[in-house]
């Protein structure tokens, strides 16, 4: 039978002492999407414990002197119309937008929003922008367009040898592709041809995960660039040719890796993560900070309690509830419930691998290099640049400019973010922060993008656990899930709470698919497993608009 929907925040104190609870365990956008949307849809309270300070999880921004960075650039796009909403009645789109995308969105906001009211970025705070994309691949200390587009700018780059070598492999795979299909390298080299897939592909992909692309499971690329063929970007370029760019990211078609524009709030992801545990604590909710969850409590296949530490004090606590969402590691999980699970679930539990993300910010007066726009003489127009150059470890380099010009303190400076995927036990992650900036300023140098002496000022961000990967012992996760799945009342929710490469949209999507099922009495969870592979499959089924 279905729950009754009411609105919590209108709750007399009785109702209040009957009032079921729901603990969420982290404040990232999985987290704060639950406890909003059991705020909208149903009379539970949700308490949300957080073990940093802040809310928005990877996808918080981090206010150096005034200077904000985004800690992987975070670009909010999504198929999900409902996703799309959820952001906008969050915060509304800017005033003077006037393209094919900007019409898409105002259409989507509430219905007291009109575009006529739409704020204006010069002096209301709480909006999205509608950002243009541009990312490169430098390599060869050369720009290569993004995705790699096959034009006679990217061959007489490459030059006459190197071209041929790629158009044979590629007609090579084309006529007889592999038949086996397992690893990463495997589907790039049916999509590609082993020598584009050699120049483009491998190294930095290696950078991300660390381990050779053979040895990632296929899944991976299946999930995140199952569109993406030479044959997808050259129509996408044929496309752009005929109609002219712009309106990109209202082709729900388009595959993710070639929208052309995106939403971004103002101050960068955090914001929206800020505005909504605003609009959470508004309505009755709580949110708790500086606790960490630590132990499950369970009564047979039901969690009656969850036990936090308060990190300033060291002082522990019970929070009973009715339902539990866990946005925590999967593996950090698994070792907390009071009840061990099975020892086959703690293998797979303990066997599963992350990789790890430094970003350095550094604050420059200008780029050495510089394109033909107006602001060209300080620097280029990119958001983001894959940065392939064999002989540096960096991996990407974020220009926050252009996100968005608010997140820098004096629009006369540039502020770079230059990012490192490791492991915690590398070197780079243990080295001091004046021996990580010298590293990062040093590197930079090297390849041609600032000089040195450049550097105004600098700070480093680590960040545990960012990308759950799809290797060591993920192929058994069936196992883990099979075990969870079997407390009613447990739900993992989001990134590293199922395990899954999930960006914001489907990390929200498992948030609002949980409280669905709470909301409907369901108690089947496949669904929520589903969000991100089968996803178009459910928004249709569920007929979400
Ligand atoms: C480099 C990079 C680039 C990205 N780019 C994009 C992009 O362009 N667009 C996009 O939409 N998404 C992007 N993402 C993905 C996005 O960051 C994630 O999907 C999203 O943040 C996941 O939300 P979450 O709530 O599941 O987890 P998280 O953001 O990881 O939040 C989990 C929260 O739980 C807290 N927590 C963990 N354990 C405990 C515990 N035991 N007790 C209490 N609290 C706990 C953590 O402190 C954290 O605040 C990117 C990610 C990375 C790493």
Redesign the pocket.
Known sequence: MGRRVSASHSMDPSTAMTQEKAII???????LTAAYELLMRTGIKPVV????DCM????RTVNYKGNRID???????SKSDRVMKWWLQMLPLQASEHGPAAVRYHSMEPENASSASAPDPAVADRLMLLRPRKSRIYYLRRFFDYPISLSKDTLLKLGLWRTLKIGASYMQSALFPLKKEETLEEFFINRFGRELYRTFFKSYTEKVWGVPCNRISAEWGAQRIKGLSVWSTLLHALRKLVKGSGGGIGQKDTQTSLIEEFLYPKFGPGQMWDEAARRIKEMGGEILTG????RILTDGWRVKAVE?CEAATGRTEIFAGDYFFS???VQ?LMRSFDVAPPRNVLEVSDGLVYRD?ITVGLLVRSLRIHDGTAQGKKLIGDNWIYIQEPDVLLGRLQIFNNWSPFLVADAANVWLGL?YFCNESDEIWNLPDDRVVALASGELSKIGIIDAGEVLDSTVLR?AK??PAYFGTYHRFAEIRAHVDRYTNLFL?????MHRY??????MLTAMMAVDLIAEGETDKTGLWEVNTEWDYHEAKRNVR
């Open positions: 365990i982290g404040a990232g956008p999985a987290g414990i957080e073990k940093s928005g999880g990877i996808s800690i992987g650039g975070h670009r909010f796009f606790y960490r969850v630590g936090a946005t925590a590691p950090e993300f990012e960040m960012t990308y929710i989001g990134r590293n709470g999930n960006n914001q949209d489907h990390s």
